[in-house]
């Protein structure tokens, strides 16, 4: 599959970014270095700054269901069915970064959260700690089905983690109503078991 944000989402991020100096500065640098390293750097802030634009999304007339939560849904697939859409969230934000500063994501293209895991290589794995922007997957139980979102912060107080995820809502909720940062267990929240971090660059 092809990961490719739709214009109605690109232009709602770029909006919400245009007055955002930081941000504003990591496409310039991001655009202008030549250095691969440095390229990375930039394009990780800018992925923080876009999902963080997305913060307060909501469901609207049903489960799943939304005008930009739709726009979420069909950055993978160019569909929207109703699906969980928490990868699709992260799958949109790469896909912003990708097209905003020209830079290819390693990360496999999927709605799938464990399908993700297992198919981007081992390589982007994070071996100790994730570093801001890292992408958390999570395992529900016994089953093939997961959760996933950002990491914004993992050295945070009472060995929580700072997270921002999509199809959320409180408690542990993997199927909310809504895009929200939430602050997690570094190992399980429920059913929810914590599989690896994922480097987006």
Partial sequence: MARKITDKMFA??????????AAQLAITSGLTTKVQAEKIKHARDLMIYA?????GIVEQGGNNKGLYIVELQKTVDASADQEPYCMAAVQT?????????NITSPVYASEHCMTVFRSTSKSQRVVNIPAPGAIIIWKNGSTDS???GLVLDFQGVNKKQET???????????????IYIKQRSKTKDGKLVIQGYLRPF
């Fill in 146 to 148: 997961g959760h996933t």
């Fill in 12 to 21: 709602f991020i770029d909006n919400k970014l245009k007055n955002n100096g």
């Fill in 93 to 101: 934000f790469i896909a912003y970064v990708e097209k905003k500063i």
């Fill in 164 to 178: 921002l995820e999509a199809n959320t809502g409180s408690g542990n909720m993997r199927d909310g109503d809504g």
């Fill in 51 to 55: 999902a963080e634009a997305c913060v």
